[in-house]
């Protein structure tokens, strides 16, 4: 995520049917039990499930300007990872259920907790089995507006709405096991009237105009955790052209007024710096790229997956700069391809992606990484910068600077103290090492000790795990 007061900063399956049968002569008959109803993320206790694995999510949503609301099923495909009696999937907010089934027959719910939606199949699902659960479900999605996080979820817009989910916003739009740590395929089948746009993440699969309104299918075919799935719905301008082999698709509200020479610039840049990157961190991750730029009110850029989403709301006319896409299209490579297990190391999104806005800078203005690094260490001793730990900042400050800023001059003092070389290496093999999967500070540490030789620990004790200003 990259918040609006750094904005300015920086120039801104296979249904398989699970009738229990009986049990093979001698053994044990299988003991079913309920899946946990959180993930065990210390920030967000709230958020995920426990007893099986989504596998794809198929979500099917009609939009409807007349009441703002959406008629909708959400299908996931999931495998069950324990004898499961019962298992939850969050989902937050108004929408009402009208049905939920399991394999294709009737399961009983409830709603209960914060965000629970509690499922019973009528036969108890055996470990390792796959399964499908279907939820259908309709009215007008409500926002997450948390005082420290700000506001995520499903956003209405004057002719449409957008959906930026970091950090617990998709439920609020679609039944989903909240975690990132279960990451999954989607395909959206997105249905609005003739006339509007619908985007989603991934590639675009076709369209269909039937009566009045058409319905536009998209495939994210990488795995993804919910809190980087994105929706657009509105009137937007859209350009196609290809980056490195890939499609690159870009779209603009136009309720904003970004000229057709700036929209291409945009899509241009994105090309661009996805190129500038993937010579530092290696081959892109995903089948597809470009941006979004909308009128959401949010004020801020999120790094959904293959397809940022910029809200210039408050700059009406304009594009991201080069330092915004630098920032949200790093994250393709630390954030979404590679995922922290929990929100307390997210500063090994944040860190990078800040780290790569230097990168650009120095290639397009002269201004060296050395110069944005003393920059911001030359911040007093007594600021806040220097108060909570970066890697373990607390729930209420996963998007404090020090996530970002004492992030980024962690990458530089690893890179100074490692040398130009390990460095390199360092920063394309890490993601290609945990590509499509979760990871840990303590993971970071080891991998960079592996590539430098060297221990490294002290470092991080002194610049991500202790709170006051490191000295050099
Ligand atoms: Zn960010």
New binding site residues.
């Given amino acids: ?2 918040r609006s007061s750094r904005l300015a900063a920086v120039a801104l399956g296979a249904a398989a049917s699970l009738v229990l049968t009986a049990a093979p002569a001698g053994a044990a008959a299988p003991r079913f039990t309920p899946g946990a109803p959180g993930a065990g993320d210390p920030y967000f206790p709230d958020m995920g499930n426990g007893g099986y694995d989504a596998r794809h999510y198929d979500v099917a949503l009609a939009y409807d300007p007349a009441t703002k609301g959406i008629t909708a099923r959400t299908r996931i495909d999931a495998r069950a990872t324990q004898h499961l009696s019962r298992f939850n999937l969050d989902f937050l907010g108004p929408l009402k259920v009208a049905s939920v089934q399991v394999d294709g027959r009737a399961a009983r719910y409830a709603r209960t907790g914060a965000q629970e939606l509690e499922i019973t199949p009528r036969h108890g699902l055996r470990a390792g089995s796959r399964f499908t659960v279907s939820v259908a479900y309709s009215g007008v999605p409500k926002n997450v507006d948390d005082p420290a996080l700000g506001v995520s979820g499903w956003i209405a817009t004057p002719d449409g709405a957008v959906m930026v989910n970091q950090p617990i916003g998709a439920a609020t739009v679609y039944p989903v096991n909240d975690t990132p740590l279960d990451k999954a395929t989607y395909t959206f089948r997105l249905t609005a009237p003739k006339g509007l746009t619908t985007l989603a993440n991934g590639d675009p699969v076709g369209s269909v105009t039937r009566g009045g309104t058409t319905t536009s299918v998209w495939a994210m075919r990488q795995p993804m955790a919910s809190e980087l799935s994105m929706l657009a719905i509105g009137r937007y301008d859209v350009l196609k052209t290809r980056a490195r082999g890939r499609l690159n698709l870009t779209a603009t509200d136009r309720a904003l007024g970004i000229s057709p020479q700036l929209a291409r610039d945009f899509n241009a840049r994105t090309a661009d710096v996805q190129g500038f990157l993937a010579r530092h961190f290696g081959p892109y991750p995903f089948s597809s790229t470009g941006g979004v730029v909308v009128k959401a009110g949010v004020g801020y850029a999120l ?1 959904t997956q293959g397809r940022p989403v910029y809200d210039l709301g408050r700059r009406p006319g304009t594009i991201p700069s080069a330092t915004l896409v630098a ?2 299209l790093a ?1 393709q490579w630390y ?1 979404d391809s590679v995922t922290p297990k929990r929100w307390a190391d997210i500063w090994l ?2 860190g990078f ?1 800040s780290y790569a806005e230097w990168m650009l800078t120095e290639r397009d203005t002269g201004r060296t990484v050395q110069q944005s690094f003393d920059a911001v260490y030359a911040t007093p001793a007594d600021d806040d910068l220097w108060v909570p730990r970066t890697a373990d900042p607390g729930r209420d400050n996963i998007f404090h600077p020090t996530v970002y800023d004492r992030g980024a001059m962690t990458v530089h003092v690893l890179r100074k103290t490692i040398g130009e070389k390990a460095f390199a290496r360092l920063i394309r093999e890490f993601p290609a090492a945990y590509r499509n999967r979760n990871v840990s500070t303590a993971e970071f540490i080891a991998f960079a000790e592996r590539v430098s030789g060297q221990r490294l620990r002290s470092l991080f004790d002194a610049w991500v795990y202790s709170s006051g200003k490191p000295s050099l």
Avoid: F, L, P
């Fill in positions: 995520m990259t790094e920032h949200e994250h954030g999104n944040e992606a």
